[in-house]
């Protein structure tokens, strides 16, 4: 068993006695937004349903709903793999962000929202510290997610959930994840320090250029493997 199946028996006491694939696939989700999971790896449902105590049709389930979700797809005959996003999915996921996270920043931020947010600015200096970039990566996923709750919209905050998975998986294609998540960590605080001096228009100037970059970076790492 891999280290990312063993790491979920600890998940095993967020499904309760009444498991269901819902929860098992918000777990999973979960996990691949951490980056446990990478492109291209096949799940093994023995594993998978061993470390989290379910059956393999609740797990099948499951697999089946992140299926919708285009985290996960089945090869016939050959298993479930975590889905290998393209260039062109790259694309679409910003285009996507760029109206769920520029909504967001126009509004007035709770007290809450800006807590959530200054939390994952500071998990992500201390990754970066730790010459950790994958906890830099998880730190980043948290930041966005934090942003789109300032729309107060539990559904707009669901999908931006299922959005920051699949863009978990665009972050394995990076040769060297410093090079693509540092400079990130400066603009998140920049980001951050607008929004708490209620500066909402530039704020939103600023984001758009930070994703235009991102996006241009991601992109450009794709091209050698088209």
């Known amino acids: 068993m891999n280290d990312a199946v063993a790491d979920l028996e600890r998940d095993r006491t967020r499904l309760g006695r009444s498991s269901t694939a819902e929860r098992v696939a918000d777990i999973l989700r979960d996990r691949i937004s951490e980056g446990f999971f990478a492109p291209g790896q096949r799940l093994s449902e023995e594993s998978i349903s061993e470390a989290l105590g379910v059956s393999r049709n609740t797990l099948r389930e499951a697999f089946r709903l992140l299926g919708h979700e285009r985290l996960l797809h089945h090869r016939l005959n050959r298993g479930v793999f975590v889905r290998m996003l393209s260039a062109e999915d790259v694309a679409d996921l910003y285009r996507v962000r760029r109206v769920l996270e520029g909504a967001a920043v126009r509004r007035v931020p ?13 998990d992500a200096e201390r990754a970066a510290g730790q010459d950790d970039w994958q906890g830099v990566g998880t730190a980043n996923i948290r930041f966005h997610q934090a942003l789109v709750t300032l729309n107060q919209s539990p559904r707009l905050d669901e999908a931006m959930r299922q959005l920051l998975a699949e863009l978990r998986l665009v972050f394995h294609v990076m040769q060297n994840p410093r090079d693509f ?13 607008l929004l708490e001096a209620g500066r909402a228009d530039e704020a939103a100037t600023y984001l758009d250029a930070y994703l235009d970059e991102a996006e241009e970076l991601l992109i450009r790492a794709y091209e050698p493997h088209r």
């Open 181 to 193: 998540h540092e400079p990130f960590v400066e603009r998140n605080r920049h980001l951050l320090q």
């Open 110 to 122: 709770t007290a809450r929202a800006l807590e959530l947010i200054k939390e994952a600015v500071a």
